[in-house]
């Protein structure tokens, strides 16, 4: 038998295995004291057949789930089993979001193919994660040719950095905040490019201007979470009775964490001013049934869900609901507003039933490059997400995509629709209420720009 020192290959094969075994139950133990159930569940998993197998669930290997574990334990976002961005410098996680709520998991983004695919497929939604994980996953990517040596010279990286941002930049239309990164990042780029010598410099703006776009978005969601939640107290009917309808998912998923109009409702929420949320379904894609509902459950906001074509008899029927509050992808200079399909009929249902409509967003996705609504670039979806479904199977724990329409109907499937300026009450940004002036039916976002 062959001898290492004076210990059998066998023998030693045997020690390492009980090593390796003694180190995933100790990890395992870590994960569960310190991490949700739901998120620790899929996070041990990927440890374990990592360590043992070599394979991959959330992760390729134990050393690269141990930066994740502790930017899950460490994270800034109110709700850690809603956190759809998980970074350290050199590594991206997403939260699957065509996965929720029925399973959560992780998938790692090493490059910007990764991250444009993450964003086509909508595992990633939302106008401000969109742009975060855009850039994010171009750090990673450029972070590891850096490492690996792969940049001889400054031009190089200038050269990888902004054709990698054009190519992200395709990957969802409508969505501005998308755009406004990528603009904002090419003339840092181009600025660096001019006065250094090395690729590093290059790389390290980059990175860090990124970095500082996932730590900026979640203050920048709790300003908006304040103001909006002071405006509606301010002008609502009853404030001892608020009940509110909200639209799509705007809430932690959406953003690097809390949310932009479902950051007001949890505002609300938390400082006991909300008697009642009120989630659309949100078809085709159930972004409100499988997400927002996911969000107000585990945060245990009393809440109730309906389909989109109820939102009318709710609001004849229940007078407490006061106010209906949206997020936005795209506001045009004058305040129209791109949302997602659904929200313009909502506008004119507040508008008849005399509530609130408030629109919440970032003053990224502000455009004062397009003059109107009627300028935005739709997104058409494929027809597939409109005569499919997918979901649990009743009684079981598999999932299944089923067809609910007939076959060879036609199809019209756009992401988004546009809400006029005149049926919008107020536009809640992270540095405060934009109001239309008085006798006017338009915003002037440039205020707030």
């Known amino acids: 038998m062959p001898v290492v020192g004076s210990m059998p290959v066998v023998m030693l094969l045997v020690v390492l295995l009980v090593v390796v075994v003694v180190v995933s139950v100790l990890m395992s133990v870590i ?41 899950l334990v460490d994270a800034s976002c109110v709700c850690k089993d809603t956190q759809g961005i998980q970074y350290t410098r050199g590594h991206l996680l997403i939260l699957d979001q065509l996965a929720l709520p029925h399973e959560t998991l992780y998938e790692r983004i090493l490059t910007v193919q990764d991250g444009h695919s993450a964003i086509k497929t909508m595992k990633t939604r939302g106008a401000p994660a969109i742009a975060i994980v855009a850039a994010l996953s171009l750090a990673v990517h450029v972070t590891s040719k850096h490492t690996q040596a792969e940049f001889e010279t400054t031009q190089q990286a200038t050269e990888f950095l902004l054709t990698s941002l054009e190519y992200l930049k395709t990957s969802r239309p409508t969505a501005v905040n998308l755009f406004d990164a990528a603009d904002k990042l090419s003339l840092l780029i181009n600025t660096t490019a001019t ?26 969601n709790k300003n908006i979470g304040q103001y909006g939640a002071a405006y509606i107290l301010e002008h609502c009917r009853q404030k001892d009775a608020l009940s509110v309808l909200t639209h799509c998912n705007t809430g932690s998923l959406a953003t ?13 929420h938390q ?37 989109d074509s109820m939102a009318s008899a709710l609001l004849q029927q229940n007078p407490t609901v006061q106010a209906i509050i949206v997020g936005a992808d795209r506001v ?86 546009v809400t006029p300026s005149h049926l919008i009450s107020a536009i809640v940004t992270e540095r405060g209420v934009v109001v239309k002036e008085e006798g006017q039916t338009e915003f002037n976002m440039r205020q707030y720009q």
């Open 271 to 307: 400082n006991s001013h909300l008697q009642h949320a009120y989630c659309t379904e949100t078809r085709p894609y159930n972004q409100g049934s499988r997400l927002t509902a996911y969000e107000l459950v585990y945060e245990n906001i009393p809440a109730t869900l309906i389909c």
């Open 195 to 220: 006065t250094a010598t090395a690729p590093e410099q290059v790389v390290e703006a980059y990175v860090t201007a990124a970095e500082k776009m996932l730590v900026d978005d979640v203050q920048d």
């Open 332 to 417: 045009a200079a004058n305040g129209d507003t791109a949302n997602k399909i659904g929200t313009y009929q909502l506008a004119i249902t507040a508008k008849h039933h005399g509530i609130l409509f408030i629109v919440a967003a970032p003053t990224t996705s502000i455009d004062l490059n397009t003059k109107s609504g009627k300028d935005i670039e739709i997104e058409q979806r494929p027809s597939e997400e409109l005569v499919t479904t997918s979901g649990l199977v009743v009684g079981g724990d598999a999932t299944a995509t089923i067809r609910t329409a007939a076959q060879n109907i036609g199809v019209w499937n756009p992401s988004f629709d």
């Open 31 to 71: 994960v569960l004291m310190y991490v949700p159930m739901s998120v620790s569940t899929p996070v041990f998993v990927s440890m374990f057949v990592s360590v043992v197998g070599g394979g991959s669930i959330c992760a390729k290997s134990a050393k690269e789930i141990v930066p994740t574990l502790f930017s």
């Open 256 to 268: 690097a964490g809390w949310g932009t109009a479902l950051g007001i409702v949890r505002h609300l």
